[in-house]
């Protein structure tokens, strides 16, 4: 029999567990929103909407008439990480030598099909291979959640309604098209779909027939999604003379200030400077443009991106997402290894710090753009501002020393009582 010490205990315990599952339930209640009344409501209104766009009767009442409320969803689009992920963590975990030996055989297996749709548009085919690998892991996994549930449930909350009872209208039409049931249209739990996992408005914008059955269907059709991929990449702009970026070398004296998508040199100005090819040779004397990137700070990889590599940030709006792809595309073509891989140990912030630190800049007179906890490009500028103005290296990699330092220049500031009332 327990002690009456340990009885109280767990008894405490099973307290605080009823206590969060009633918060987690009420949250779940309150991300219904208030204008709509509850989910039934909400789903009346896209009924009518959905008739008012166009879109059959037919599909409209089997689909909605066999929507569920999806709990799980919402938890999942309120989900906040508490750290960020550094690049050696995110760039380590996407390109492993699994994933490079796969993506070598898929491009010799698809040599052909590869080689047509690289003739239609003038893609290379090992960045179709590298977005496959990355988006699906080559079609292994395609989500298995119900796309018109996720996207109805989405539709039904507040956050960000407009966005998607806009993609559930357009998931609509597709099922009202015949390319794809709406039992067979499964993705991930945000409502992307298929082994490049798009969208429903990407879908409907860049989705091709390359099989040539009739359909668009991108979950059982490797051509269909493959040239699919290729027509996306083709109308972000994508330029066929040119590469995504390459690893370059930095001389010892570089002004990392220099670095950031926001600015950019030519690569004979790059070269002036002191920037080569990691082979040690110089860059090719060219008035093409390019940025320089340092993910992982002075001690990390840096990079030289060209254009390219905004058509891959369109695709997926992350500096992480689109080295990642660029460097999975070249060792899939048979590049070697990073001459200079990310280093392991780089200080993983919280959302609090990161959003103390937007603050804090803010406080400073250097604008961090907006304070949301998320160290983007703006933060990573604004830090290498304040880097800059206190003669240390430029490159808007953060340390506890570089936070201190922060945090006490904006408590010793005048404007710090203003800015925090």
């Not at 959640?145 to 998607?164: E, G, I, K, M, Y």
């Not at 695709?315 to 595309?329: C, D, P, Q, R």
Request: glycine share 8%; with cysteine.
């Amino acid at each position: 029999m327990p002690s009456w010490p340990s009885y109280i205990h767990s008894l405490w315990c099973l307290i605080v567990l009823f206590i969060a599952l009633m918060i987690h339930n009420l949250a779940v209640a309150d991300s219904i929103p208030s204008g709509t009344g509850n989910f039934s409501d909400c789903i009346s209104k896209l009924y009518k909407e959905a008739r008012v766009q166009g879109i059959s009767e037919v599909t409209v009442t089997q689909v909605l008439n066999k929507i569920e409320f999806m709990p799980r969803v919402i938890e999942l689009d309120r989900r906040q990480p508490e750290f960020t992920q550094i690049f050696a963590e995110y760039f380590s975990a996407r390109i492993t030598e699994d994933r490079v030996r796969r993506g070598k055989t898929l491009l010799t297996k698809h040599r052909q099909l590869l080689n047509r749709i690289q003739q239609e548009t003038r893609v290379p085919a090992q960045y179709l291979i590298a977005l496959w690998g990355l988006e699906t892991n080559y079609g292994s996994y395609l989500g298995n959640t119900s796309v018109p549930n996720a996207l109805a449930t989405l539709a039904c909350d507040q956050r960000r309604q407009t966005f998607f009872t806009g993609e559930l209208l357009n998931a609509l039409r597709i099922i009202d098209a015949g390319d794809v049931s709406a039992d067979h249209m499964v993705g991930s739990w945000a409502g992307a779909m298929g082994h490049m996992q798009f969208m429903p408005s990407t879908y409907l914008r860049y989705a091709r027939d390359g099989d040539g059955d009739g359909r668009r269907d991108l979950w059982d059709s490797i051509p269909d999604a493959l040239i699919s991929a290729g027509f996306f990449l083709q109308q972000l702009g994508w330029k066929p003379e040119q590469h995504w970026g390459q690893e370059v070398k930095l001389p010892a004296d570089f002004d990392y200030a220099l670095s950031g998508r926001h600015q950019s040199l030519s690569l004979t100005e790059w070269t002036a400077i002191g920037v080569r090819a990691v082979s040690g040779t110089a860059l090719p004397p060219a008035n093409q443009k390019a940025s320089l990137l340092v993910p992982a700070g002075h001690k990390g990889p840096a990079f030289l991106v060209y254009e390219n590599f905004n058509v891959l940030m369109d695709w997926n709006h992350s500096e992480f997402y689109a080295l990642t792809v660029g460097h999975l595309a070249d060792r899939i073509a048979g590049a070697q290894v990073l001459h200079r891989s990310p280093p392991a140990g780089s200080l993983k912030l919280t959302r609090e710090q990161v959003r103390q630190l937007q603050l804090d800049l803010s406080i400073l007179g250097i604008d961090a753009g907006k304070i949301d906890g998320i160290f983007g490009p703006d933060t990573r500028r604004a830090l290498s501002r304040f880097q800059k103005n206190t003669q240390r290296i430029a490159d808007g990699q953060p340390d506890l020393e570089l936070l201190n330092a922060i945090r006490n220049a904006a408590a010793d500031n005048p404007r710090n009582q203003s800015v925090t009332n």
